[in-house]
């Protein structure tokens, strides 16, 4: 079965740091474009960040640059979204996705192959 599943949110106060992780199984997450993107609640759903692996593409939104950082485990078929320096704009639904291949570019909304159910992260005093 083919499926995505983040885990690793919860509460955590401002300026804090979580790990937020996304596991595959069904397939094997080397081979794919991951994306980690929010939803806050009345917002549209944003991309945070993209990566390829290999030579490939890695970005971050500007809302994220040098505070977040994405890394992978092959071994344990498992992506990571390290979060540092939160603040209660980070408030969201974080949410793993993959497409297949390796993009050089990210993909648009519609391209992602699978998404997981996503994590509820908040950020609050």
């Known amino acids: 079965q083919v499926q995505l599943a983040e885990s690793g949110g919860g509460l955590v106060q401002p300026g804090g740091s979580l790990r937020l992780s996304c596991q595959a199984s069904?397939?094997?997450?080397?081979?794919?474009?991951i994306g980690w993107f929010r939803q806050a609640p009345g917002k549209e759903r944003e991309r945070v960040s993209c990566d390829s692996s290999g030579d490939g593409i890695l970005e971050y939104a500007d809302s994220v640059k040098g505070r977040f950082a994405i890394s992978r485990d092959n071994a344990k078929n498992t992506v990571y979204l390290q979060m540092n320096y939160l603040s209660t704009e980070d408030t969201a639904v974080y949410y793993c996705a993959a497409a297949k291949g390796r993009w050089l570019r990210c993909p648009g909304i519609d391209e992602w192959n699978y998404w997981g159910q996503g994590t509820q992260v908040t950020v609050s005093s």
């Open positions: 069904g397939f094997a997450l080397d081979y794919y474009t």
